[in-house]
């Protein structure tokens, strides 16, 4: 807004700034232009006087020899003879004025007038004055004065009528120039709106335009969030009440199959907390995918099961089909594919009221993608897809967010999603997304030396369980609940490899990683073991030496991946 606001005030500078310089010349020319018109008007009127005045002087002078005899009247006459015979000069001084060696005010016509044949005025005016500089008045000198008043008249009204010429073209020059000036001002309004006030007003449209999106582009993003926060919590009742079900059953029947559908359970909360994290970077389509090796019967079943409690009581068939070895290790996103299964498997249930949901799970010939087909027999859904902006009574109308967040995942992952209708009724929904196979873990035969860990974690819990799944690795532990005492630790005892959480009392763990490197000199693997997934911490973590992450809760998985990332086992 700064900046339209600055840009404003420079346009509008820039146009008062024109139009100012516009009317300053214009004022300047018409002052030039009235000046010549008042000195026009000066010379017309005193070409004027010649006239009247040739004549008078010629009276004079016929007078002054009639009344010769009476000498109180003579002296009159010679008195006024004087004044006329001196104006007379001085009027043709002033036309004849010259700068710089030239005439001011004689045009060519002027020019020829008074100083070539026939007219000659020049030396007639000044042969005039010569008869009355003679001093000799007599009834002869009064009758060629009278006769060269007579030429003299006739000529200087040739100079005044081309003086009013003169005049007349000033004038019409002016009436001109007011013209062009008139005309100037138009061009220039007619400019400075083209090219500084319609784009102000442009810019200051679309800025308004740009604000108004932003706007819708909020209250969207608000609504979204309003409805992923809606939608969450039914996604995180699902997982929570098949591990609440699934625990009432253990305490009756004690069966450890119970046991392992908690745990799946668990794990599939696990993953819509992670979703929760990850909504706002999925929605800027910031999304990290993450490629490791993994079982892939568990991930399937990590999806799937949660949702087992539901259909039983809906009594819905849940059915699975997998082509494949119930062993196969795959490396693709696994968190984000059984995410996306679960979502689909979850809305198909929500909308079958009887029949079943079958989910296939195959590889294509190539053995490159896995293939997944959900299929049920619920309600279908109308137009063309889903995903299409027409949402309302679709058979997805109670997933409007969990379906766009699938395609965002998979165009992440560099999958693909498609609807179909059921032959007879219901919906068919195909995922198919890249995959490589991975020598399974039975085969792989991983020999583990003895290792040691040293544990930071301030969570006496957390750190119990955490320890737990180390010994798995032939890593003998030891736990420290802060980074100072890890440092102090680390000065006089040597470990294979350092496990450390972030958000520690005392000393956290950035604090403890920065001195272990800085201070100690110390190149042993860091590994952080952190429930905080902000990409800004882990990044902040590892530029201050950390060289793997794992993110709570932890799985023996991922804690076999960080230890091949650092080396320790193959």
């Given at each position: ?7 404003m ?8 700034l ?30 004027g ?8 002087i ?16 003579t ?44 007219a ?9 004055l010569a008869l009355?500089?003679?001093?000799t008045?007599?009834?002869e ?15 200087q009204q ?47 449209r679309?800025?308004?335009d740009s604000l ?5 582009e ?6 979204m ?24 059953l253990y ?19 696990v ?27 568990q ?8 949702h ?27 968190e984000h594919l ?23 799970v ?15 027999t ?17 058979h997805?109308q ?19 999603i498609e609807?179909?209708?059921g032959?007879?009724?219901g ?10 196979l ?16 040293l544990?930071?974690e ?18 003998t ?11 102090d ?18 000393m ?6 920065e ?10 693997p ?13 990044n ?10 794992i ?12 230890l ?7």
């Amino acid at each position: 807004m700064r900046n339209i606001i600055k840009s404003m005030r420079s346009r509008y500078f820039i146009a008062v700034l024109v139009m100012g310089v516009l009317v300053t010349l214009a004022a300047a020319a018409m002052q030039y232009l009235l000046q010549q018109k008042q000195e026009d008007a000066e010379l017309i009127n005193r070409a004027g006087m010649q006239r009247m005045l040739a004549q008078k002087i010629a009276l004079h002078v016929n007078q002054i020899v009639f009344y010769k005899k009476e000498q109180k009247l003579t002296q009159i006459l010679f008195t006024e003879l004087d004044k006329s015979v001196r104006v007379f000069s001085a009027n043709h001084q002033m036309i004849l004025g010259e700068k710089e060696g030239e005439y001011v005010f004689l045009s060519e016509a002027l020019m020829t007038l008074y100083f070539d044949a026939p007219a000659n005025l020049n030396k007639r005016s000044l042969d005039f004055l010569a008869l009355y500089d003679s001093k000799t008045f007599n009834a002869e000198v009064a009758i060629k004065m009278a006769n060269e008043a007579q030429v003299l008249l006739f000529y200087q009204q040739q100079a005044v009528q081309l003086f009013e010429q003169g005049a007349n073209r000033k004038v019409a020059l002016t009436r001109l120039f007011e013209f062009v000036f008139w005309v100037s001002a138009i061009v220039v309004l007619w400019l400075e709106v083209v090219f500084i006030f319609k784009p102000m007003e442009k810019k200051v449209r679309d800025t308004i335009d740009s604000l108004e999106l932003q706007k819708q582009e909020t209250q969207h993003a608000l609504t979204m969030k309003t409805h992923f926060l809606a939608r969450a919590s039914h996604e995180l009742r699902t997982p929570l009440q098949a591990i609440l079900g699934f625990l009432n059953l253990y305490r009756q029947d004690g069966a450890q199959s119970q046991l392992t559908q908690v745990e799946v359970s668990a794990k599939q909360l696990v993953n819509q907390l992670n979703a929760i994290q990850e909504f706002s970077r999925w929605e800027q389509g910031d999304i990290q995918v993450s490629v490791v090796p993994d079982d892939l019967t568990q991930t399937l079943m990590q999806a799937i099961s949660p949702h087992e409690y539901e259909a039983q009581r809906k009594k819905i068939a849940l059915e699975t089909e997998f082509s494949f070895s119930t062993s196969l290790v795959i490396a693709c996103d696994h968190e984000h594919l059984a995410w996306i299964i679960g979502q689909l498997v979850d809305n198909a249930i929500k909308f079958t009221e009887q029949g079943s949901v079958l989910i296939e799970v195959y590889l294509d010939e190539t053995q490159t993608y896995l293939q997944i087909a959900v299929k049920d027999t619920g309600c279908g859904f109308s137009g063309v897809s889903p995903l299409s902006s027409n949402m309302t009574e679709t058979h997805f109308q109670g997933l409007q967010l969990g379906l766009v967040r699938c395609k965002w995942l998979l165009d992440a992952m560099g999958g693909d999603i498609e609807f179909e209708k059921g032959l007879s009724s219901g919906t068919v929904v195909r995922v198919k997304t890249p995959i490589y196979l991975v020598q399974s873990r039975r085969e792989q035969h991983c020999q583990l030396r003895p290792l040691t860990g040293l544990l930071v974690e301030d969570n006496p819990l957390n750190a119990k369980i955490i320890k737990k799944v180390l010994e798995t690795f032939s890593i003998t532990v030891k736990h420290v609940e802060h980074g100072l005492a890890a440092v102090d630790d680390l000065s006089t005892h040597h470990y294979d490899v350092i496990f450390m959480d972030l958000n520690m009392p005392v000393m956290d763990g950035f604090q403890a990683i920065e001195y272990i490197r800085q201070t100690l000199g110390l190149s042993e693997p860091i590994i952080v073991v952190t429930a905080n997934s902000e990409p800004v911490e882990l990044n902040r973590a590892k530029a201050l030496g950390a060289d793997v992450t794992i993110l709570k809760p932890l799985r023996k998985e991922s804690v076999r991946t960080a230890l091949e990332h650092v080396g320790l086992i193959q």
